[in-house]
């Protein structure tokens, strides 16, 4: 029956040798399993015939995490069924329980319109679901920018988005999972149960006591999506949040919902320059106003958006961009009172007209309709990157996009800023940067026009994150590290934080079998 699940790996599967980092791996077959018991008949079949394992999901990563580098393809995409929800009614939340392979965007939408499928679904879930189609509107608050990722590579990668800066990233939102271990056998979790007792560790699993040591290193106090999670006394669900596939395969999570806030208003400021745009974070950041999110975009990025409209449609409807600005910070507030959102943008208008901003070229939204439109814009711009470097590859294959995904800490945002025009200008680098500068986190991609260019951009890509780790940041606030970011992984923990990583690798995972070449080096 297992057996039936494999593929040959044809031409027909192509696709399945990529993600959205345009690297290109081989294996030699591939499955798609429907169910948890035939994820662990896969498993076992693979340990069976010590075949490495690579898992896959929706494959938006941008690491290259989902690239296989040989072996079986584990594709988890056909495993798309929200299997049921629990209410807890002490705290009045609502949980909804789904398998790896269901997209966020299919998600928001069976929980918008309260309408699952309940085939299967247990008597406590469908009781749950009557208090649920009664209970108002909710919502999962992580908001990759790629609504198309799936909730297993969510999970994976800690996923976040432009609204972390209100709501938190994926981790908080995770209440229990269970994970296929690397010999097919199923470890259950759920919060609270059990914890780490300092930095030690202790499972019960199949019979056996898996025993390690959480790392011993510091994580940074910043929003981060590097490695395996490190605290005292955690909660050891985090162990596997965030650990790219490298110790478990994740067959079900169950999510915390919330409510949806009845209002969401959004506020595109354009700005003098970018280090104005600088200085309004921060003063936006003194008032005690709130924000769900603050964004950012560059001379660059505005460019782009303004010749990409001839190109998207969904940027048609957009008003012209002010070409006297060349900077634009991008506020989104949710609430439940109108009065107070109504003096949470009147005082953002006044800090933004203070800073050299105009009302009269300021875009708003307070409808659903024109906040997809703002949203739009946001989205638009790394879709216009990889436009131009897909583009780019044709004449040169082995160019990719060089995008970072660096945060630091508050008191460190002016000089990151420095670090990255003053590297760009001397390096005489094209580029564009955007994101999410609410958290100290913006994207800087690097678009090589040449693979000199391109090596030339790494080695300032690296020069940067040493420099950054030095400030108390990250090497990745929401991508991950996957194949691509090893070496900054490395600088940022040190030879002995890798290895304790590797450590607690094979307690789960013995022989280096599942996504090998994510995180750390094969052994």
């Not at 939340?93 to 939408?109: H, I, K, N, S, W």
């Not at 005292?232 to 409510?259: K, Q, R, Y």
Request: charged share 25%; hydrophobic share 40%.
């Amino acid at each position: 029956m297992t057996q039936a699940l494999f593929e040959p790996v044809r031409p027909a599967h192509e696709d399945f040798l990529r993600d959205e980092s345009r690297k290109t791996g081989q294996a030699d077959t591939i499955s798609f399993p429907r169910t948890e018991e035939e994820v662990r008949g896969v498993l076992a079949e693979c340990a069976a015939k010590s075949l490495n394992v690579t898992v896959q999901g929706g494959r938006t990563g941008i690491t290259a995490g989902a690239v296989p580098e040989g072996g079986h393809i584990l594709n988890l995409s056909r495993m798309s069924r929200v299997t049921g929800l629990r209410h807890d009614m002490a705290a009045h939340r609502f949980f909804v329980v789904a398998q790896p392979g269901v997209l966020l965007t299919d998600l928001r939408e069976r929980v918008a319109k309260k309408d699952f499928s309940t085939e299967g679904w247990s008597p406590e879930s469908l009781e749950a679901l009557t208090r649920f189609k009664l209970a108002g509107d909710w919502f999962f608050p992580p908001d990759p920018t790629e609504t198309t990722a799936s909730l297993g590579g969510m999970v994976s990668c800690n996923a976040s988005g432009a609204c972390t800066l209100l709501y938190g990233p994926t981790r908080k939102y995770v209440r229990a999972v269970r994970m296929a271990l690397a010999d097919g056998t199923v470890l259950a979790l759920r919060r609270g149960q059990p914890r780490a007792k300092g930095r030690r560790f202790l499972i019960a699993h199949d019979g056996r006591r898996i025993e390690g040591q959480v790392p011993s290193y510091s994580m940074p106090n910043v929003k981060s999506a590097a490695g395996y999670y490190a605290d005292d006394n955690m909660d050891l669900v985090d162990l596997f949040i965030g650990s790219e596939g490298t110790l478990g395969v994740l067959t079900e999570a169950e999510l915390m919902l919330i409510p949806q806030p009845e209002f969401r208003w959004g506020v595109m400021a354009f700005l003098p320059s970018d280090e104005i745009a600088v200085s309004f974070v921060h003063r936006v950041r003194r008032e005690e106003i709130s924000p769900a999110a603050i964004e950012f975009f560059d001379r660059r990025a505005l460019d782009l958006l303004r010749e990409k409209r001839k190109v998207y449609a969904v940027l048609a409807d957009i008003p012209d961009i002010p070409a006297a600005f060349r900077s634009a910070v991008y506020v989104e507030f949710h609430g439940e009172d109108e009065e107070a959102l109504v003096e949470a943008v009147s005082r953002l208008t006044e800090v933004m007209v203070e800073c050299g901003g105009a009302e009269d070229a300021t875009w708003t939204a307070m409808t659903d309709r024109e906040m997809d439109r703002l949203h739009a814009v946001r989205h638009a711009v790394p879709e216009a990157v990889n436009l131009l470097i897909d583009e780019r590859r044709k004449s040169d294959p082995g160019i990719t996009k060089l995008g970072t995904d660096m945060a630091v800490p508050d008191h460190a945002l002016e000089k990151v800023m420095r670090l990255y025009r003053d590297g760009l200008a001397a390096a005489g680098l094209e580029h564009v940067m955007f994101g999410h500068i609410g958290n100290n986190h913006v994207h800087v991609n690097i678009l090589p026009r040449s693979l000199a260019e391109y090596e030339q951009g790494r080695s300032l890509y690296l020069d940067w994150a040493r420099e950054i780790i030095r400030m108390g940041g990250t090497v990745s606030a929401e991508h991950g590290i996957g194949k691509l970011k090893v070496a900054f992984l490395r600088e940022m923990y040190g030879e002995a934080g890798i290895e304790q990583m590797r450590a607690v690798k094979r307690l789960f995972d013995p022989d280096f079998r599942l996504n090998r070449g994510n995180l750390f080096a094969q052994e």
